[in-house]
């Protein structure tokens, strides 16, 4: 062999020197991710060395150490394991199915280089998923892996398919590993040693050694055949007759470097604390609901008296088959109690009352009967839950609001006078919100009675779930205890699992926080107020990040009680833009009716609709739907979901970069080896925020985070008008309120196939 030159050396040496500089550089430059509180330690069973020992010569392999108390490292360092929150007390949720994204630090001493590697386990501590890291900030130490727990279904509570569905709900875990990877360490020395021909017989045969042990280390897990491959490629560099190249090469063959990404070598295998996942049912994150009143559902005005006859439970299956029609899963009605006649409200919440005035439905309880009680103006029980079988035969969820509020006249003011706030005068105080007053309502005082407030509330729930109800929508549940909440929801749950939750609670970020760790399934949140580019993109980070894994913010652009100033001021384009980033920015999305018809005429001085349904009946004509193409565009929407499933997660969205600020571009992205195609997922939204305008922008798009080979580009098809599309890095994109105000994207992954 010939002697290296001092150029060679220097060349050598000024390789490694880059890569420390590089890395260096890479922490300085990081961004800080913003991590949580880490968890309460633990005390764990001293983890059992999976590796068995092997005497070799020259270099003694890291050894596996056990951690026998908590807070112990082992040989491997792991911290900053996420997603972690309140010192691991709350488990983060997530629905079965559901891509979800793991990061933690994983780091050893000096320049070793190191893998990681993520276990999926499930509530009985089954291995069920077992795939290796990828390091995204060298300079932070920062791994990342996209998991599911379990497969995405469609089934439905009441199918007999949902036995086996729901034995795979609860508390699965994710453990990262983290390993010394010897293999990498040793090839990127002896690379550069063979290049200038430095002390290159004893890397080789180490290399040789490395690769035997590799062979027959039992942790590796490989095949009869894939030993071979490593005992082959170990014998070739053990061969001094070859050249230090032909021998260097076989240990970097393509099928050496697959077996390093399936089956590694890890030596000094360490293990972080189990982080818990709740794995919940399907629809608990990936839903579509749709809202109507029962009483406008069928209701017309009698020629004879001019007057309005309300619609029925029996003539809301009209609202039932608009809903399937327009793809939605969940049905969601409005309290269907008897409405209390004192303070009962009129027209547009005005104090007073006509004869005809119906009252709102959250004025829950008279003479008739209280929350246990189907109003009779509305039918029976059985007519209840006649429609909700027919709701479950059209594959409907029916979700059922409980607004834990009292009207004057509620047989709990009666029988539980101790459940309401008492004035100093001796009357009972009715809710206010200042300025808003809400006479006809008296809001329950839990200080006196709880438990009993409690154990009524549980009776009042199975009594509807009896009846067919899967979901319940809370109205206001952030002017009730969160101890109420945690209680009732356990309670629920502990006998019908299945139940969901939904919190209408436009409150503080920490009440709406701690509702969601006590139950609270889905969340409304403020997106119907998060109108510009930049509030949007902030937005949609904050619902589908790290928040995601406890609070999962449904997107509804109109309700009953919210009608926002972009929604009057900018017509058909106006919900049509709305509709999409609704139903494209989060994983669950709702819609009120009437928005098929551009109900958007504002009540004077108030952020809801003029005319609204909560204190009148409305008479619609569903025919007109057609003239504005709204109830088309939400039908392809929930069509586009339903078909690319497997792209929508809390935590899978990634904002693109538009040189134009009414353009708003994100993506949504699932890799490969968790999809049942084997192809990647991918869906790219952008959307002409300017409702009246015309606008044009560049989107960059960086195709490899995409699982997309710049070689051949992006071909995608927007499926909303169906047209094809070629992308690369940077791609024009126009977009106008009166042709298209927005593209939704399919990445068709076909080249290289």
């Not at 983060?92 to 280089?113: D, M, N, S």
């Not at 609860?170 to 990498?184: K, L």
Request: charged share 25%; with cysteine; hydrophobic share 35%.
């Amino acid at each position: 062999m010939s002697k290296t030159t001092s150029s060679e050396m220097n060349n050598a040496m000024a390789d490694t020197k880059a890569e420390e500089k590089n890395e260096v550089e890479a922490e300085k430059g990081a961004k800080t991710k913003t991590t949580r509180k880490r968890t309460t330690a633990r005390r764990r069973k001293a983890a059992k060395p999976t590796q068995v020992a092997v005497t070799v010569v020259g270099e003694t392999p890291a050894q596996s150490i056990p951690v026998t108390e908590p807070g112990q490292f082992g040989r491997i360092n792991i911290l900053d394991v996420t997603p972690n929150e309140e010192r691991g007390v709350y488990p983060a949720r997530v629905e079965l199915g559901e891509p979800f994204e793991v990061t933690a630090q994983v780091f050893i001493e000096g320049r070793t280089k190191v893998g990681a590697t993520a276990v999926v386990r499930n509530h009985r501590g089954k291995e069920m998923q077992r795939i290796p890291m990828t390091c995204v900030n060298p300079g932070l130490d920062r791994w990342a892996v996209t998991l599911t727990c379990g497969e995405h279904s469609d089934v439905k509570p009441w199918e007999p398919e949902f036995a086996q569905i729901k034995r795979q709900l609860g508390e699965w875990s994710v453990t990262v590993e983290g390993w010394e990877d010897t293999y990498r360490s040793w090839l990127h020395d002896a690379t550069i040693k063979v290049k200038v021909n430095d002390d290159v017989e004893n890397a080789l045969i180490s290399g040789a050694q490395l690769l035997d042990r590799w062979a027959h280390t039992p942790d590796a897990k490989l095949k009869a055949a894939q030993r071979k491959v490593l005992e082959a490629a170990a014998k070739t560099m053990a061969d001094e007759t070859l050249s230090p190249e032909d021998r260097l090469a076989a240990a970097t063959t393509a099928e050496v470097a697959e077996l390093h990404e399936t089956n590694p070598l890890r030596d000094g295998l360490s293990e972080s604390a189990p982080q818990r996942f709740l794995v919940q049912r399907p629809k608990s994150s990936f839903a579509a609901w749709y809202q109507f009143f029962p009483r406008s559902e069928g209701a017309y005005v009698d020629e004879e008296t001019g007057k309005i006859v309300q619609g029925t439970l029996k003539t809301s299956v009209s609202g039932l088959e608009r809903a399937k029609a327009e793809g939605f899963d969940i049905v969601y009605l409005p309290p269907i109690f008897p409405i209390g006649v004192t303070n009962r409200k009129g027209k547009d919440n005005s104090l007073n009352a006509g004869p005809d005035d119906p009252g709102s439905p959250f004025g829950i309880g008279s003479s008739l009967g209280g929350h246990d009680t189907v109003d009779p103006l509305l039918g029976t029980m059985d007519d209840f839950k006649a429609l909700c079988a027919k709701a479950h035969e059209l594959g409907l969820e029916v979700a059922l609001d409980f607004a834990l509020q009292c009207s004057p006249d509620h047989p709990w003011v009666k029988a539980h006078p101790n459940w309401f706030r008492t004035k100093p005068d001796g009357t009972i105080a009715f809710a206010e919100n200042p300025p808003k007053k809400y006479q006809d309502i008296y809001p329950i005082d839990f200080n006196a009675d709880m438990p009993g407030i409690e154990r009524e509330v549980e009776r009042v729930m199975d009594l509807w779930i009896e009846a067919g109800v899967t979901i319940f929508r809370v109205d206001n549940p952030h002017t009730k205890p969160v101890r109420f909440w945690q209680d009732v929801i356990a309670a629920v749950t502990k006998k019908h699992p299945e139940v969901l939750f939904l919190a209408e609670a436009f409150t503080r970020p920490g009440m709406m926080r701690a509702l969601s760790y006590v139950g609270f399934t889905q969340s409304h949140c403020y997106f119907p107020w998060r109108n510009t580019k930049e509030e949007l993109e902030e937005y949609l980070g904050t619902t589908n990040g790290d928040d995601g894994y406890y609070q999962h913010n449904t997107f509804w652009p109109t309700t009953p009680d919210i009608l926002t100033a972009y929604v009057r001021d900018n017509g058909i384009a106006g919900h049509a833009v709305r509709a999409v980033l609704a139903a494209m920015g989060s994983p669950s999305w709702g819609i009120y009716n009437g928005f098929e018809l551009i109900e958007n005429q504002q009540r004077d001085g108030f952020e809801e609709q003029r005319n609204n349904e909560k204190y009148e009946i409305k008479v619609r004509d569903w025919s007109e739907a057609d003239k504005f193409g709204i109830a088309e565009l939400l039908t392809s929407l929930n069509r586009i979901r339903r078909e690319h499933v497997e792209a929508f997660s809390y935590h899978n969205l990634h904002v693109l970069e538009t040189s134009d600020p009414n353009i708003l571009a994100f993506a949504r992205h699932t890799p490969a080896n968790l999809t049942k195609s084997g192809k990647p997922e991918t869906l790219i939204v952008v959307v002409n925020l300017d409702c009246h305008n015309a606008h044009q922008a560049m989107v960059h798009f960086e195709m490899p985070e995409f699982d997309v080979d710049p070689k051949w580009g992006a071909h995608l098809r927007d499926e909303l008008t169906g047209r094809d599309f070629a992308w690369s890095w940077d791609n024009f994109v126009s977009l106008a309120p009166w042709a298209d105000v927005a593209h939704v994207f399919t990445v068709v992954h076909e080249y290289g196939e």
